[in-house]
């Protein structure tokens, strides 16, 4: 198993620039997250997804819009990058989204986003 | 919504024991949870804690949790050079809301 995969591991934009931020997964899980890492602020979260065609906002999910077309695979796009946005982003996803069985999230290698 | 506070910096002498403290505001997760990251690394699950327990421990890790008060500590006996990192309690059932994590700092 690759686990959780993300690419690329470090991108450039300008501001106004529109990208994607790749995430796949091979462990069938049905849940996955998006968040943000800055300085002094932890992580983040930005979008979420419960199973394939769900998906909900996080607390920062401002700039950024996600879809879950299919388990595997739970892409992040940032429209219109701004440097506020400058960040390290880490994709996680844990077999389920908790209640009765713990929710151990695992998580990707990170991409670090510069946006000038 | 859900506020996890966490102090930032924490500096413990290499065999002492360390205390990682955490307070949150909703009380509903079921599970709560400690990562660790290590330098230039994703975060890793170091332990959890189901929400009707007050104690796990784990060899040289010990859990408290206390609802009441809505506190949560992480306690590494005989800290070691590789414990060195930042340690963030998180908690939630749908939405994961991580502290801003607590550097650990190993003095000789």
């Known amino acids: 198993n690759a686990g959780v995969t993300q690419t690329p591991k470090f991108q450039v934009l300008k501001t106004g620039q529109s990208m994607t931020l790749q995430c796949a997964q091979d462990m069938n899980h049905e849940y996955m997250s998006w968040y943000r890492q800055d300085p002094g602020m932890g992580l983040r979260l930005i979008h979420y997804s419960v199973g394939a065609g769900i998906t909900d906002q996080g607390e920062v999910p401002n700039g950024y819009n996600v879809s879950r077309s299919t388990t595997e695979d739970f892409p992040l796009r940032l429209l219109s990058a701004a440097p506020s946005q400058t960040s390290v982003y880490f994709c996680a996803s844990s077999y389920s989204s908790g209640g009765t069985l713990y929710n151990e999230q695992f998580f990707g290698p990170g991409t670090r986003l510069t946006v000038l | 919504g859900e506020d996890v506070e966490q102090s930032l910096f924490l500096s413990v002498r290499e065999g002492d024991s360390s205390v990682i403290n955490c307070t949150y505001t909703?009380?509903?997760?079921?599970?709560l949870y400690w990562y660790k990251q290590e330098p230039g690394a994703g975060l890793q699950l170091l332990t959890y804690?189901?929400?009707?327990?007050d104690m796990k421990q784990d060899q040289r890790l010990t859990v408290l949790l206390n609802k009441k008060d809505k506190h949560l500590s992480l306690r590494i006996a005989d800290t070691q050079t590789g414990d060195s990192a930042i340690y963030f309690c998180a908690l939630g059932d749908d939405k994961i809301i991580f502290g801003k994590g607590t550097r650990l700092h190993i003095l000789p």
């Open positions: 804690i189901f929400s009707n327990m």
């Open positions: 909703d009380s509903s997760s079921t599970y």
